[in-house]
């Protein structure tokens, strides 16, 4: 197990919610192995920040580090969506969506990062739900938390793309502020290629609020709706 005694992968970076601290984002690599998926059977690496204990994976499939871009997905963990089936948001059908394409290219990475909720958590999604069905929109819903609409960092891909020697990427996204966040974070972004599927009358009013005040680009009518996708994961 060479892998353990790696000395941590380290970048220094600048925290964007506090301009003037300089923040090192340590991240260890700790082990790979196969995972088999009802699509293909990709690589998966396990790594944790050192300061905070998280755990985050990397999916591959195929030789990443070729210097053609690799097509990518950047995906923030959300348990409810992701295991859970909900169809109050669109995350698990672009996660299932992004793993098909990727295995239907034979190469690419999926990172999975734990950061739920768009960064409030687990729980706190849970409460943010609850005002949303009261009638708040998930903007609304986190602000009323005292949260920002949008939590979420990046930094931490850095050192797993340099880790994985991915060297630039055809991310699959529909938000902009993702792509901007991963270029100032120092990613090589060659392309956006956008991802639209999922939709159903629970999540068509967080999908309008996404387009509206969060600026994804995209438009409703591209949505495969949920009926559409067939549901396979893995039991
Ligand atoms: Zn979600």
């Given at each position: 197990?060479?892998?353990?005694?790696?000395?941590?992968?380290?970048?220094?970076?600048?925290?964007?919610?506090?301009?003037?601290?300089?923040v090192i984002v340590s991240i260890r690599f700790i082990a790979a192995s196969q995972l088999p998926t009802p699509w293909a059977t990709f690589m998966l690496h396990g790594f944790q920040e050192e300061t905070t204990g998280?755990?985050?994976?990397?999916?591959?499939?195929?030789d990443v580090t070729t210097e053609e871009p690799v097509l990518a997905r950047v995906h923030s963990e959300c348990l409810t969506g992701d295991a859970l089936f909900s169809m109050r948001c669109d995350c698990g059908y672009q996660l299932q969506e992004a793993l098909k394409r990727i295995a239907d290219e034979g190469r690419g990475a999926l990172l999975y990062l734990?950061?739920?909720?768009?960064?409030?958590?687990?729980?706190?999604?849970?409460?943010?739900?609850?005002?949303?069905?009261?009638?708040?929109d998930t903007v609304e819903a986190n602000e009323?938390?005292?949260?920002?609409?949008?939590?979420?960092?990046?930094?931490?891909?850095?050192?797993?793309?340099?880790h994985l020697g991915i060297g630039s990427l055809k991310l699959m996204t529909n938000n902009p502020r993702k792509v901007e966040a991963l270029v100032q974070d120092g990613v090589n972004i060659r392309e956006r290629l956008a991802i639209?599927?999922?939709?159903?009358?629970f999540n068509e009013h967080y999908l309008t609020?996404?387009?509206?005040?969060?600026?994804?680009?995209?438009?409703l009518d591209d949505f495969?709706?949920?009926?559409?996708?067939?549901?396979?994961?893995?039991a």
């Open positions: 197990m060479p892998a353990l005694f790696e000395p941590p992968v380290r970048c220094a970076l600048v925290d964007g919610s506090s301009p003037s601290r300089e998280k755990e985050h994976v990397v999916l591959t499939l195929g734990r950061q739920e909720g768009r960064g409030i958590g687990l729980l706190n999604k849970i409460r943010a739900y609850a005002l949303q069905d009261e009638g708040a009323q938390l005292g949260f920002n609409a949008d939590q979420r960092r990046y930094d931490i891909c850095v050192p797993m793309l340099e639209t599927t999922g939709r159903n009358p609020t996404k387009v509206g005040k969060l600026g994804h680009m995209m438009q495969t709706p949920a009926s559409d996708v067939d549901i396979e994961r893995d």
